[in-house]
């Protein structure tokens, strides 16, 4: 076989695609990289709102619980390119960055374009080839053997590729699933793809009333048997059509798939979990004798906003002008139970606009884990969101990007090593 140097078609310009690029370039191969849009890294500009939470403080073993059943599929990847070497990486080529609040990690500077200035300044080091606004149509297969890839301009002739072309959130962005049909062209099964990251919306009309209002520091459940388990902590949003913020959005992947068989799926929040709801109802007790002349929906507005209040005194059937010593038994158990496990029917999701992440993708059990490479096609890898990995929100899904591009990157170059020496 000959030792020149063997080629690397990377399909996707975002951070898994520019990660894997690097390193197998760092080690002699020729890449390429081909990017349907007329710009790189569209989405990791757009992420954590410009500012790129490009991963948090867990280590590996936490880091992949946090991706569920499936989340052992990531550890050979999160291992060789953990947080700390991630940031690592960054810092040595001029991105200093910095854990804003014990947990999250952000680019000192704030700007998600540093940490894309510094992956395409590598690539422009190593040689490596970014084509723009080309489009992959087709793997080009031939007995059963990689040859290249097809696209709008024409055959590509290359050794490995990398199909690491994102998920079909932020169309507008780049995301369109066209990643899923290279994958059925090599045998690939793809699992659903479904909105994940994405707002709520409710049948309840009342939340759009409380455009604007957040919370900090909620739970959030499906209220079914089987994920009652799965509690999900952080700010709450309440939205024009429901209820957005990382409590809710983390819960999105599986209320997508769910709607696929129900046409309504339940949630509970928790907008207080510090106060229990024996502690609630002896609140109300203490106010109802020390404050009985005061109106019910003022009262309650000392612990939330005003618009809210009066919503949930509405749900609880209260009237206006009620004072506080008129208040039910009845009633005042409804306020606690809203306070403690508000009930939400949810309808849809925001959809793919919004949608920062896809839930589904190319299955798992058809991609070698320790390599990422297909056990279908000899020579085709995959690294990043195609796969049917998904983590919440918080730098879970960029830590895994990067991990991934790096794993499929560096077993490239693994198996040309192997086939020269």
Not at 154 to 182: N, R
Not at 248 to 275: C, M, Q, W, Y
Not at 293 to 313: G, M, T, V, Y
Not at 348 to 367: E, I, P, Q, Y
Request: glycine content about 10%.
């Amino acid at each position: 076989m000959s030792q020149s140097a063997k080629t690397v078609l990377i399909i996707g310009a975002g951070p898994a695609g520019l990660t894997a690029a690097i390193n197998a370039a760092q080690n002699g191969c020729r890449v390429i990289v081909f990017e349907q849009q007329n710009q790189v890294g569209l989405k990791l500009l757009a992420s954590g709102g410009g500012r790129c939470n490009l991963t948090n403080t867990l280590d590996v073993p936490h880091l992949t619980a946090a991706f569920g059943r499936q989340g052992r599929f990531a550890m050979q990847a999160l291992n060789l390119l953990p947080p700390e070497k991630l940031r690592e990486f960054f810092a040595v080529n001029g991105v200093e960055t910095e854990v804003t609040d014990g947990f999250h990690v952000f680019p000192k500077s704030g700007r998600a374009k540093d940490i894309l200035t510094a992956l395409l300044n590598l690539c422009k080091n190593l040689n490596v080839e970014i084509k723009t606004s080309r489009k992959v149509e087709k793997l080009i297969i031939e007995n059963n053997q990689l040859e290249g890839i097809q696209t709008v301009n024409g055959k590509v002739a290359g050794d490995y590729v990398i199909i690491a072309g994102g998920g079909k959130g932020y169309p507008k962005l780049g995301g369109d699933g066209g990643a899923y049909l290279l994958a059925e062209q090599a045998g690939h099964k793809i699992n659903t793809p479904l909105p994940a990251l994405v707002g709520l919306r409710s049948m309840e009309q009342w939340p759009g009333r409380c455009t604007g209002i957040s919370f900090e520091k909620v739970t959030a459940t499906i209220d079914l048997p089987k994920y009652r388990k799965n509690i999900c902590k952080g700010e709450l949003l309440f939205t024009h059509h429901g209820v957005s913020g990382p409590a809710i959005i983390d819960l999105a992947g599986d209320v997508s798939r769910l709607l696929t068989k129900t046409h309504e799926v339940p949630l509970k929040i928790n907008l207080f979990p510090e106060i229990s709801i024996g502690e609630w109802q002896n609140l109300f007790k203490e106010r109802q004798l020390n404050s009985g002349k005061k109106q019910i929906s003022r009262i309650l507005s000392q612990d939330l906003p005003k618009a809210l209040a009066n919503e949930f005194c509405e749900i609880a059937n209260i009237p206006n002008d009620m004072k506080m010593a008129e208040l039910k038994a009845e009633a005042r158990n409804e306020l606690c139970l809203l306070l403690n496990a508000l009930p939400l029917t949810i309808k849809s999701t925001d959809g793919w606009d919004k949608a920062m992440l896809t839930h589904g993708g190319v299955a798992l059990k058809k991609v070698n884990p320790d390599t990422l490479e297909s056990r279908l096609l000899k020579g085709l890898f995959f690294a990043g969101e195609v796969l049917d990995l998904q983590g919440p929100c918080g730098g879970y899904n960029l830590q895994w990007a990067f991990a991934s591009g790096k794993l499929a990157g560096s077993n490239i170059i693994q198996l040309y090593r192997n086939l020269l020496f």
